[in-house]
């Protein structure tokens, strides 16, 4: 069987990490699979196996326009010329046209389907902003309704898929986690030694700062929090910027737009805890590496958190901040010694090996439909 990787949306942060784990072990695990990835030009290495073939996609390495032009010219080309027998599309967007080939679609950005987010954009951020998400979500319904079978990470994110339209198949395969994260991290060297918690994410609208904010200034003993990650709401973060300033919060909060993966591990392992208070998480990678660092996960009651997280997680009632702080204080009231120990042998069971295996054994068993001459064509079901 060969299979063609439509992976050409994978730059940076949480979607090239995917990338690479996706690429390290899935041709390990699945031998008797010849996989064809298309990736943007950005310096992949040899990952050293015989059934992988890397195809740069320079055409694809530009905006979102020129990477849609080529999903729907130069990738069935390639499907032709390797003579595919599935597409696997690895974030949100398959082709327009018709193919005689079944496509399997990973639904990594949920976003784009949450209501309240679509609202809040359009009330918060630019007016291009909103379009570019409102035109994310029809491509992402387009693709659900035209995939032989639908990949989701988390039950929550499958539910949220399946209210608009309810897949052909659908299969939820949760991600793993690194081996880098581990309890034995040294302290980061840029913070001193005062007790800190730790929120790690790039900031969009649905991130919930301002409720890490309203936290913060209900309890003043709370310790401050050091966030890790780059802005790309940026509406949003001058409003937070502002609530900062108006609560007096500004030594209590500090801002560093990123640090290097393999630091991480560093600022989990020595913070109080981690604050994850988002709203719309296809998963949640934070609270897990947070967790097998042996640090504790503040977080809503609400969402993909719960699945990662389990009965470690330290729980707020969704968008309050009051009750967050309840939950932040309680996170560093615990026995960190016993959470460790705890926290680490959960994580231990997310593993990268363990989700390749279930991404093979469905993209297997999407090909033995193919074989006995079942529809696979989503769109003829309408």
Known sequence: MKVIINAVSARSGGGLIYLCNLLRVLPAVCSEIHFV????????????????????ADQASGNSVSRYLWENTVLLKLIKKHKADILFCLANV???RKLNIPVVTV?????????????????????????QLAFMKMLTLTAIRRSAAIISLSAFADNLVKSYHKPVRSKIIHHGVSEIFSPDARRPENI?????????????????????????????????????GKVFDHNYFASIQKQIAEH?????????????????????????????????ESFGMPALEALRCGCPVVAFKDGSIEEVCGILGFYAEPHSGKSLAKAMR???????????????????????EESMRQYGSFLGSISQIRQNGENFDARQRF
């Not at 990835?37 to 740069?56: E, R, S, Y």
């Not at 003043?220 to 050091?226: G, T």
């Not at 919060?249 to 208070?277: D, K, M, T």
């Open 37 to 56: 990835a298309v990736v943007p030009n950005i310096g992949l290495p040899d990952f050293g196996h015989q059934n992988l073939t890397l195809c740069v």
């Open 94 to 96: 398959v082709p327009l």
């Open 107 to 131: 639904i990594q950005n949920i976003a784009p389907l949450h209501r309240k987010l679509l609202y809040d954009k359009l009330r918060t951020e630019s007016l291009s902003a909103y379009l």
């Open 192 to 228: 001193d030694n005062s007790k800190y918690f730790v929120f790690v994410s790039n900031i969009y609208l649905y991130k919930g700062l301002e409720y890490l904010i309203e936290a913060l200034a209900s309890d003043s003993d709370l310790p401050k929090v050091v966030v890790i």
């Open 248 to 280: 007096g919060l500004s030594q209590r909060i500090i801002f560093l737009s990123s640090v290097p993966n393999e630091s991480l591990a560093g600022w989990y392992c020595h913070a109080e805890a981690l604050v994850y208070p988002s709203w719309c």
């Open 330 to 352: 309680k996170a560093m009231e615990c026995d960190r010694n016993d959470y460790r120990k705890k926290a680490y042998r959960h994580a231990c069971t997310f593993t990268w």
